[in-house]
């Protein structure tokens, strides 16, 4: 896999969950055993928006020609996997979420592994130059 369709599957994972937690949270919430109440609902969109900021960076990056800015990305998905898969197991453990929070985890330990395998795949995997030349 190239990083840029890792990155194009980030985005519309991103985009897509993004929107429905932002446009239709009273729906969205009970999916996950959040109840829906003015003071939850308001975070489910703030979560919603910051997917679809992740999602439209990820969409943005797939066109990244220098290796090192894709290598950014790739990290940040990987701290972001990894912190939002422990507060979600967090959740899921605490009885705060029910049991299609495990999809929620799937999810997070899949990107986490896609975006390890893009780092450890380096540019060449991905067709992007090492970094810009740099002069002295």
Known sequence: MTAKLFLTIT????ILYGLAFVFIPTQMAP???VPVEPHTTLEVQFFGSALIWIGVVSW???DFRDWDAVRAVLIATVVGS???GGVNLLGTFQGLLNGMAWSSTAIYALLLIGALYCLSAGPEASGL????ARSA
Do not use: E, F, M
Not at 11 to 14: D, E, P, Y
Not at 129 to 132: F, I, M
């Open 31 to 33: 999916i996950y055993g």
């Open 11 to 14: 985005a519309v994972l991103g």
């Open 60 to 62: 943005l990056a797939r």
């Open 82 to 84: 990894i912190v939002g």
């Open 129 to 132: 130059a090492a970094g810009p």
